[in-house]
Each structure stands twice: as structure tokens, then as C-alpha cells.
């Protein structure tokens, strides 16, 4: 019987084991709903718990060798067991047991004088109460939010009630204990181990085997040899705990759970904040992209001509001018020459390059713009004073750097060249006297690769003729 009972035991718990294990499966991300924040006081979960059982007594034990048993034939018969337990802390509880039942047995070892007295034993186990300590196992998991599967150990101490009757070997029934009904009190260490099955949120299925030491050689009526007796309990039975349904069961809360979820919430809210950043970022990209188009757009609008007389809508006084027709700076056709003046030689000093050399290094524009500088006006005055004094001609040739594209460059230094002479023009000197061409970023004189050879090359050269 005994050793049936052990099998089923082993091969229950195993199945139970193969279940619970399947069904953890491999952790995720997901946050228990099991969780307790870490660190808080037992009021927050289910401390108290009450349990019921049933199985099998028997004489017969893991550490009994049968041939030292005043019956070496023992037989399994019912116990049944009932428990309340407080749990203090994760792993540790103080348990108070009952436990009742019958135990028996037959096949009397001979007394000293080689006779066999008796042929049966039957104890009736009225009562044995006890108090222990529970020492739960594995629910400190790091790889799973909830193991499901809880082992235990007991160890404690305490008194039982019971009452041996022999049958001797002619049949007759006989009481050991002649008073008080036959009843013996006597105390008893119960030691226990098993294994708790989370089957759900406070109900656990207990399987435990569970010895216990009586310090007597009382316990089936027959004074066989000087050991103290010990019997078994194999059980199987329902723990309930008790308490408000929302909160977990301490004896089977992981803490390891709780301190993942508040390492997910904390990452979770680190993550939705930088989230929160990066839209926020870019929604001021997208403002910014969209400013820089309309700014785009103003700036293609600006640099229209439609015309192609080489002047920009947004400069042009004489808009729709006849393709091929020569204009001023204003975009205005120049006036044709009626008669060719009298060739009158014209000599250059130098003292008159000086004067070009001086306004072609005072000579800027506001950036990507026609627009001249007023730090420039003095030496073009001093330009515009020369031409008119010396009747000479003059060409203004306007370069680029290499940034930007081939027809924005040529757009942009043909208007500076322009620009100088509307300028020139508007100082007296006659319109006739000065060509404006612009090049682009045509002919370089240094390198574009730094700043300060684009910025040499973005010039307006001026040659005396």
C-alpha cells in the first residue's frame, strides 16, 4: 500500500510539475497582475490560510526498516488533516495542524521466548495537533512572474490523542491502556515536506508526505525492542487562502515580479517621455520645412524673369521687353545710338586704376542679395566722379562662387553688375559709358574649397577702357 501511495504521489506531483512548467512558457514583457509594489508591508496581501487533506497512515515510514516494527506487516489506512497557517514572510510561516485517523497493521514479531502473541494491531488516532513551521521554497523566481509550483518543508511539535487495541492471536479483542478508555496523550514531532500546486489565485492543491517521531514505543500496543515508534502521513488536499480576493497570496507572490514591473513601468514612462521629445521635435521640423518652402518660394518668385532681358520681375521697370533688346539695370531698353561720336583717345594713369582699384575692394553686397553696401558708396562716388571728368567707359564683369546652382549664380552677378551701374548711372555718369555682364561662377581666381577663396571669387571686376 505504502508503496503504491508513493508512486501515485511522485507521478501526480510530476504531471502537476510538466503542467505548471509548460505553462509559464518563456517570460514576455507583459506585467503580472499579481503585482504588489516592492517593499510593502503584509497588509497588502492574503497572509492567512486554511487547509483540509486526506491519505494514508501507515507505520511504515522512509527512514523504517519493516523487520524492526512490532508488526512488520503495517497496513495503509485513511487519515485525514486539517490546517490554518500565518504566513509571516515570503518563505516562512507558523502553521497549527490536526491531524486523525487509524493505523494497523499484522504479522507480530515473537517475543523474547520465540512466542507470537498477537496477530493485529488497530490505533485509533482520535486527535494530534501540533504547531510548525512552514519554510516555502521557489517562490522567489527570477524567470518566471508566477512559478506555480511552491516546495515546502515543516518541522514543529506537539500532543496527540490515541488508543491501541490489540488482537491476540487466539481472536480475542484487548484494550493496551486499561483506564481512561484505552486513551494515551502523548507528545510527537511532525516533519514534513511536500509540494503546493497554484491552481488558482488563493487555491493551492498540497501534495506532502509527512513523519511523524512519537518519543514512546506505545503506539501499536506491543513493547517490541526499545525504538521510539514513528508513523507516516501521505497526503493530497486543498489550501484556501483567506482574505480580500484583489490581493495576492503571500506564500506564492514572486517579489522578483514586482521589482520587473516597476523596472517595465519605469522604462515604459522613460520610453513615452522620449517619444514625447521626438514628436515634439519634429513638429518643430515640420514647422521649420514648411517656413523654409514659403521662403523658398518667395525667393524663386523674387528671381523671376520673364522677360530674359536679365533682370528680375521683382527689379524690372520695363516688364515684357522684346527678346534680343539690350536693357539697363532697371530692366528699361538702352537707347540706340544715333551717330557714333568722334573717337577721342583716352589715356589711363595711375592714379585712375587707383581709383578703380579702390572701389573694386570697397565693392559688397548683402548676402545672396544685389543689394550694395553703404560702406561702398564713397569710392563709387570717386569711380562715378572719374568716368564723367574722363569720359571713360567702363565694364563690369560680376562672378559667383561655387554654391548654389548654375542659373541662380549667373542670375545673381549679373544683377550685381547691374547694380554698380544703376548706381554709376544715377551719380551722372551716362548709361552709355558702362556694360554690365555677369558670368556666374565662370572663371574662378582661387579655390572654392574654403571660404576665403569663394569668398575672393565672389566679385565684380571693373576694367577702364
Known sequence: MKLNFIRFFILAAGILAGTKLLAQGTDTVQVSTNYV?????????????????????????????????????????????????DQILPSFGIQADFLGGKLAGTGAQPDASGNVDYNSFNTKIHYAVSLSGNFTFANINWHYNNFGIQPYITAGAGI????????????????????????????????????????????????????NFVYSNNLDGY??????????????????????????????HNPVSSMRHEYLWENENTRLRLQAQIDAEKAQNDRLRADLNAANAMFARLMMDSDSDGVSDYFDKCPNTPRGVKVDGAGCPLPVAIATPPVTKVYITEEDRRVVREAVRNLEFDFNKATIRPHSFPTLDNLAQLLINKKFSLKLAGYTDNVGGVAFNLRLSRERAESVKTYLVGKGVSDSQIQAEGYGKAHPIATNKTAKGRQINRRVEFTLF
Open 37 to 85: 509594489k516592492p517593499f510593502s508591508g503584509s497588509n497588502f496581501f492574503r497572509t492567512w490560510s486554511i487547509g483540509a487533506s486526506a491519505g494514508v497512515l501507515t507505520t511504515n515510514t522512509a527512514f523504517t526498516s519493516n523487520d524492526r516494527l512490532g508488526f512488520t506487516s503495517p497496513k495503509g489506512e485513511l487519515g485525514y488533516g486539517a490546517f490554518i497557517k
Open 160 to 211: 496527540f490523542n490515541y488508543t491501541p487495541v490489540l488482537t491476540l492471536a487466539n481472536g480475542t479483542v484487548t484494550d493496551f491502556k486499561v483506564n481512561d478508555n484505552g486513551a494515551i496523550n502523548e507528545l510527537f514531532v511532525p516533519v514534513g515536506l511536500g509540494l503546493k500546486f497554484d491552481l488558482a489565485p488563493g487555491i493551492n492543491l498540497d501534495l506532502g508526505y509527512q513523519v
Open 223 to 252: 513493547h517490541y525492542g526499545n525504538t521510539d515508534q514513528k508513523f507516516s502521513y501521505a497526503h493530497a488536499g486543498l489550501e484556501f487562502a483567506l482574505g480580500s480576493r484583489s490581493k495576492p497570496q503571500l506564500a506564492t
